[in-house]
């Protein structure tokens, strides 16, 4: 088990230094960062002076060196359009987005495990096709359109739910179904396909003969063995959930650290792009490793032996 | 956590003497000084004052922190201040603040992020406790528009203490709200400061302004809807009618200073090849292009299309230049006047109202000319620009709502990164314009470059723009064309 | 051995080829898919003869006329009109266009990106499987929709480079797929049998290896393809994907948003359609991967 | 003591198929008394498992199962609610299945799965179960039974699995317990150990025991009763003795023909097989399934076949009265 995890660990230093390098390079792919802090009256000379001041006119591979170091410190630097260190930004922002992505696929588990299961308990049956067409759906719904669609409805014509903020728990129902509902079709067809393996397995069988209910074999015997890939693909969804948040942080105001992306892409706020894209491909790569980690505790032959 | 459901109930808002507001853009800093949203110009009115103030009503100055002033020679103003204003921590204020603000904000290492705004300053000297002096860089005639509008004062002590930073995060000032709490980009919480002086912008009636950033003008839309906000601006035309249609809001237009137009590289920045660079090109496009069907089908409102490069209202604005009307087949024959019967492809480019410069691409393909819309981020934009690789670009200016043409015209015309006319003459009589204090003299050498601008079809003028004010049926405002919002004018009814 | 159910396909074996046409005619989903998607087509390759007029001619003066359901509409424009008073079938039906066109191509360039990548890992094995899995890891760590919009943002929104983003950012399921593919076929016999005979190694990846992994590598190319559409449109909803006027179904619903309060069907409309085509392109994968592995379902 | 266990008669299984049915097993009938084995043997694909799967209960719900007559313990299982059949499951009947690597659950230890039946049939608490595991892992022959409960089946080798798998049948002690080809999947020097112990539980539970394999010589050495099984048909049955001693139906003895018995079968001597291929039984299945590979095969084979029945209970399907004439 150590050594697997320490394997898995030499992975994740790697990829991180490569997506920090590729997130880095960003800022050069972007032409003159001087000029882009500089601001709307900057001469060529304040430009000039920014230039020096912020160490743009070093090669590629020490100013890389440089933010990582720093990168590697908590400091990313300095938002060119806030004037406030990327870090404090990032951190004031990311409680919102972690918050929902938590919510997000916790509503997703919460509906596609037990909607996989009963599916996989009677394939083909009304249910398993009712399922299988909510999966479709969601799969096929661009969750801005989905997004807007609940607005419309819930808050303003029924005027259930506040369409914005995140003032109150009511703020998080749509963006949770919103984000949710995008990871749903995925680990519920995982769900099923893996119980429907599950369900054919001989010890099923032992435990049926044992006595045990129809609940305690799917659920005690079935799942257990079925929810192992079912957490690598969640940890999966919850990374790809944080960056995909952006859309639905931008349509229902919510200010989080996808919010703050797209803000900052739009305001060329390079420091403050780089250190999300990081962030967010670290959450991803935290979140595998912990699934590979739960992954080997859950399955004995990894964990024992 | 707030358990209550943000109902319908308006009511309670003006139960609870909460204006909820929203801000569109994510404010970089709440420093009016370390802004250039905006955002930042309607915080700053509602936070500081200005030693003078700009009655919107009368179109005169009126003392504010300052109750008296005189032009002491071509370069030097003396002001008296008015005694016994406290700043919202308790600060005293008097000659010190001015200076240690004028001092600051004039120091180019200081970085104020507009420096037009205050680098005609060249420094503030103190006489005693209560009057102080200003000294310009050379003859400034609009000094008093700047000092009414982005030149507030702020408390020497604190600022000194917190810088630029603190002074963001905990803004303090002696203006009619005091801000209880800043979330930095995200939510402002104003309390009306009850120790406001007797200045010309009246105390505040509303005891609390809440101001959340709500980027999506949906999403503002559904919480007017759902009674989340109280009061949003910036409406587009199509909503705004829609709104008032809906007959549960007060929905007020108003125009605003802000000018479109396409600049058009006559200069052959962009490469001298460029069929812009010939004047029956410029013209032509000037024809192609139906701006009152633009003004009466999308702008609506206030919009009135424009003919010469400035806002009617501003100070030497000349309406007395050459208007070119909508007339394709008059443009198609310029083009074909100039070598280009079948027209030609060109980029044009834009930041913001997609949808007018969509509905002017269509035009231009009238009359032959294959425009490729790119719609780049302002900053991005500019960048483009000031290389020179822009020949046409969809372009707008608010002049900071400065009421005087300085503000535009000679923003664009003097050689600078942005100008793609590059026009000796009209640079010449611009800086005479801008460096005299006679009115008169200034107004002729205004009208003689404005003329040569239109003639020259420098630019294609398009229209002006106009601001939809949307609120409750509770609140009494009046909006004014300067695009600055004030809940100090704001009131239930 | 006794099973508890014997397969019944040993017991009656019909040809193959029946056998596969019985099963995609079975698939309902995988029927309706193929037609929906067929119907789409026909819609992209002959909309100027359909859409009866230009997407891109505006009539500022018939601005967001209603659709035929509603009060107030116009004949002539029987989806109505939008924000420009330009037709909205007609722009509908031209934004078929974009939309297939963009799946098309970004799956086509992840395509050949990823099942290069992953034809040679799975294939040599070693080294560079090591350095392809990585790749894939890499890949997989960076959030797409953040990465594209921070590119297209800065290289500027139009059509190639929403394609190009698209198609450099997608190849990583492709990577996957191919790798564990060639993997299961790789040491079979008569891939054995080529090695044996002296084949070269291109002859034995196309000739030997690629028909047999070709039905994994559709199925995935058809989900990508969605993929890229949703994406596209995403995108294009928050400004930064295809620029107008072109008639994007994301960026019609991202301008239809404006209104989307007063005039719904603004945005309803193409929301449908690019739901309808998403879709199809789903259920085809989905179906065809059912078809090929009926394993895979039960 | 004298009154069957379990008393089968036309027990059939239809499986559904999409255009026409297979009659996977057709009119089996037999009584086990108490103490008493039976060995029903056949080839793969006869009927074997889906019949002792039937008396569980526990075919999958695509397949329908009908019988005149199915008691266990006189209670009539064709009518026991699933509930009360899931009392019966794992209390008064029990299961060994054939493939051990694969019939434990590889997410819980083997504690867990062995106290499983036990807690949820009778009201004991963990600690009695696990006691009670301990014991019946001793008399499985498991060495450091105490220890071994903490580990997951991929922990254990095969022979020890199937000793957990017997434990784990054994747990609420069962009236009848049915044993699906439990040596098949092991070592052939493993596969006796299994057998015997099987055995010796048996006799010492005093349980019935059906026994399901292909295995003749197992049959031969623990067999009371033996049914031999083609095609989803009892095509014969009887004591052990009559069977081995005077089989009736040719499939019987061709079966017979194929063990190698030890000093009479030479290493390298031809072993009998028999030729041909076991029919498809879907749809209307008429005559005697045998009779394509039946060396004795007449006209009258594809009618209908009588049962002949000796006053012993020796029972065959075959229209030749006696082929003692056809013996080697």
């Not at chain 1, 509906?111 to 083909?124: K, Y």
Request: net charge neutral; aromatic share 8%.
């Amino acid at each position: 088990m150590l050594v697997f995890a320490l394997k898995r660990l030499g992975l994740v230093v790697l990829v991180t230094l490569t997506v920090s390098l590729l997130s880095f390079s960003l800022l050069f792919m972007s032409g003159d960062p001087a000029s882009a802090i500089a601001g709307e009256n900057a001469s060529a000379s304040d430009i000039e002076a920014i230039r020096t001041l912020y160490g743009f006119d070093r090669p590629f591979l020490v100013q890389y060196g440089d933010w990582l170091s720093g990168a590697l410190r908590g400091d990313f630097g300095q938002s060119y359009y806030f004037k406030l260190p990327v870090s404090t930004l990032i951190a004031d922002r990311l409680s919102v987005t972690m918050l929902l992505g938590v919510c997000g696929i916790s509503f997703a588990l919460l509906t596609a495990v037990p909607l996989g299961v009963v599916a996989a308990m009677r394939p083909n049956s009304f249910i398993d096709r009712a399922a299988l067409f909510l999966s479709v759906m969601g799969q096929a719904m661009p969750s801005f359109w989905f997004g807007l669609v609940l607005i419309v409805i819930f808050s303003i014509q029924l005027n259930w739910l506040p369409p914005s903020g995140s003032s109150g728990w009511q703020n998080f129902i749509m963006p949770t179904v919103v984000l949710g509902y995008y990871a749903m079709p995925a680990i519920m067809r995982l769900t099923r396909a893996g119980m429907l393996e599950v369900l054919g397995a001989d010890y099923i069988r032992t435990a049926r003969a044992k006595g045990a209910s129809e609940m305690r074999v799917m659920f005690k015997h079935a799942l257990r063995n079925a929810i192992v890939p079912v957490v690598s693909l969640a940890a999966v969804q919850m990374g790809f959930m944080l960056g995909g948040s952006i859309v639905v942080e931008s349509i229902f105001a919510l200010h989080g650290a996808g919010y703050l992306a797209w803000e900052s892409i739009a305001r060329n706020d390079l420091p403050t792009v780089q250190a999300l894209i990081l962030i967010f491909s670290c959450f991803y790569i935290i979140f595998t490793f912990l699934s590979d980690l739960a992954n080997a505790w859950l399955d004995p032959r990894i964990r024992v032996g | 956590m707030a358990v209550m459901m943000t109902g319908g109930e308006a009511m309670a808002d003006k139960a609870s003497d909460t204006l909820k507001a929203a801000f569109t853009k994510e404010l970089e800093s709440v420093d009016s000084y370390f802004n250039s949203a905006r955002e930042g110009v309607i915080l700053q009115r509602t936070i500081w004052d200005g030693l003078i103030y700009l009655n919107q009503a009368t179109g005169k100055y009126e003392g504010n922190l300052a109750t008296s002033w005189k032009w002491v020679d071509d370069t030097t103003l003396e002001f008296k201040l008015r005694e016994g204003v406290t700043f919202h921590n308790g600060e005293e204020f008097d000659a010190d603040d001015v200076v240690f603000t004028v001092n600051f904000v004039a120091d180019p290492a200081n970085g104020v992020v507009t420096q037009r705004n205050v680098n005609w300053m060249k420094e503030a000297t103190k006489v005693d406790k209560y009057t102080v002096r200003i000294v310009t860089k050379g003859p400034f005639p609009a000094a008093l528009e700047y000092l009414a509008g982005p030149v507030s004062i702020y408390p020497n002590e604190y600022y000194a203490e917190v810088g630029p930073k603190g002074m963001g995060l905990k803004p303090v000032g002696t203006g009619p709200y005091q801000v209880e709490s800043v979330e930095p980009g995200k939510h402002f919480v104003l309390k009306k400061f009850d120790g406001y002086h007797d200045g010309p912008k009246g105390k505040a009636t509303i005891g609390t302004v809440d101001i959340r950033t709500i980027p999506d003008v949906n999403t503002q839309l559904a919480e007017l809807f759902s009674g989340g906000l109280d009061f949003i601006w910036g409406v587009p035309s199509d909503q705004a009618e829609k709104l008032a249609a809906t007959g549960r809001f007060n929905v007020v237009n108003e125009s605003t200073m802000r000018v479109g137009y396409l600049e058009l590289d006559a200069a052959g920045r962009s490469g001298t090849d460029n069929p812009v660079t010939k004047l029956a090109v410029r013209q032509a496009i000037n024809h192609a292009i139906d701006r009152q069907a633009i003004v009466d089908n999308l702008l609506k409102g206030k919009s009135k299309i424009v003919n010469a490069a400035c806002f009617s209202s501003q100070f030497g604005c000349e309406q007395d230049v050459a208007a070119y009307d909508y007339d394709p087949e008059k443009a198609k024959a310029l083009l074909a006047e100039a070598g280009y019967p079948d027209g030609f492809a060109i980029d044009l480019y834009a930041y913001r109202d997609r949808a007018y410069a969509e509905a002017m691409l269509a035009y231009l393909a009238e009359v032959g000319i294959t425009a490729n819309l790119k719609y780049l981020q302002y900053s991005a934009l500019r960048d483009l620009r000031r290389n020179g690789e822009t020949s046409m670009s969809f372009q707008s200016w608010g002049s900071y709502s400065v009421n005087d043409v300085s503000a535009i015209t000679s923003e664009f015309f003097k050689h600078g990164a942005e100008d793609f006319a590059r026009d000796d003459e009209v640079k010449a009589w611009l800086d005479t314009a801008d460096t005299s204090i006679d009115p008169a003299v200034r107004e002729e050498n205004y009208s003689k470059a404005l003329r040569k601008i239109a003639d020259q079809a420098y630019w294609v003028p398009l229209f002006s723009y106009n601001s939809n004010y949307v609120f409750s049926k509770e609140l009494e405002y009046t909006p004014t064309s300067d695009e600055v919002v004030r809940f100090f004018h704001a009131r239930w009814n | 051995m006794g099973t508890v159910s014997p397969a019944a396909e040993e017991i009656r074996a019909p040809s193959p080829a029946a056998l596969l046409r019985r099963r995609i005619f079975g698939h309902y989903g995988l029927v309706f898919g193929i037609t929906v998607l067929f119907i789409i087509i026909l819609i992209a390759l002959f909309a100027p003869l359909l859409a009866g007029h230009d997407p891109y001619s505006q009539d500022l003066l018939a601005r967001m006329k209603p659709p035929f359901w509603m009060n107030g509409s116009d004949p002539d424009h029987i989806l109505g009109t939008d924000h420009l008073g330009r037709d909205y079938l007609a722009r509908l039906l031209y934004g078929a266009r974009i939309s297939l066109a963009i799946g098309f191509i970004a799956a086509l360039i992840s395509g050949l990106i990823g099942t290069a990548m992953g034809v040679a890992a799975g294939y040599f094995g070693g080294r560079v499987d090591l350095v392809v899995t990585f790749l894939i890891n890499v890949r997989l760590a960076m959030p797409v929709v953040l990465v594209a919009l921070a590119v297209v943002a800065i290289l500027g929104g139009s059509l190639h480079v929403v394609v190009t983003v698209l198609g450099l950012l997608l190849w990583d399921r492709f990577a996957v797929v191919m790798r564990s593919s060639v993997l299961q076929v790789r040491d079979l016999e008569y891939v054995n049998a080529a090695k044996a005979i002296g084949c070269s190694t291109r002859r034995i990846i196309l000739s030997e290896i690629m028909p047999n992994i070709v039905n994994n590598l559709i199925v995935v190319a058809t989900l990508e393809m969605a993929h890229a559409i949703l994406l596209e449109a995403a995108l294009s909803f928050l400004g930064l994907g295809v620029q107008p006027p072109t008639p994007s179904w994301g960026l019609m619903i991202s301008e239809g948003k404006q209104m989307m309060l007063f005039e719904p069907w603004l945005i309803a409309i193409p929301g449908i359609a690019l739901f309808i085509l998403v879709l199809a392109i789903n259920l085809l994968g989905d179906g065809l991967r059912d078809v090929t592995a009926p394993e895979n379902r039960g | 003591m004298s009154d069957p266990i379990l008393s089968v008669r036309n027990l059939t299984i239809d499986i559904p198929m999409s255009q026409n049915t297979m009659h996977a097993v057709r009119g089996i009938s037999f009584d086990l008394k108490r103490g008493e084995t039976l060995c029903i043997v056949g080839e793969s694909g006869s009927g074997k498992s889906l019949t002792s799967l039937a008396i569980m209960g526990l075919l999958s719900k695509k397949l329908q199962r009908a019988a005149t007559r199915l008691d266990f313990a006189g209670i009539d299982l064709m009518s026991q609610k699933l509930r009360q059949m899931r009392d019966l499951r794992g209390n008064r009947m029990a299961m060994i299945f054939q493939e051990p690597m694969t019939s434990l659950n590889p997410a819980y230890t083997i504690g867990d799965q062995l106290a499983e039946a036990y807690l949820l049939h009778r009201k004991a608490t963990r600690v009695q179960a696990r006691m009670r595991a301990i014991e019946l892992l001793g008399k499985v022959g498991i060495t450091a039974a105490e220890n071994r409960l903490s580990q997951y089946p991929h922990q254990l080798s095969g022979g020890l699995r199937q000793r957990v798998m017997i434990a784990m049948a054994l747990m609420c002690e069962p009236e009848l317990i049915i044993a699906d080809e439990p040596t098949t999947a092991l070592d052939v020097t493993i596969q006796a150990q299994i057998l015997r112990l099987l055995a010796d539980l048996q006799r010492e539970m005093n349980m019935a025991m059906i026994l399901v394999t292909h295995d003749l010589g197992v049959v031969a050495r623990v067999a009371d009763k033996v049914a031999v099984m083609y095609a989803g048909e009892v095509v014969e049955q009887g004591t052990a003795k009559e069977i081995f001693g005077h089989p009736r139906h040719p499939y019987t003895r061709g079966l017979l023909r194929c063990i190698p018995v030890p000093g009479r079968s030479k290493p390298g001597e031809h072993l009998g097989s028999i030729p041909g291929m076991v029919p498809s039984l879907v749809g209307r299945v008429k005559g005697c399934a045998f009779r394509a590979r039946c060396d004795v095969a007449e006209e009258a084979c594809t009618a209908a076949i009588p049962e002949r029945r000796m006053e012993s209970g020796h029972a065959w399907r075959c229209i030749h009265q006696a082929a003692e004439r056809l013996s080697p």
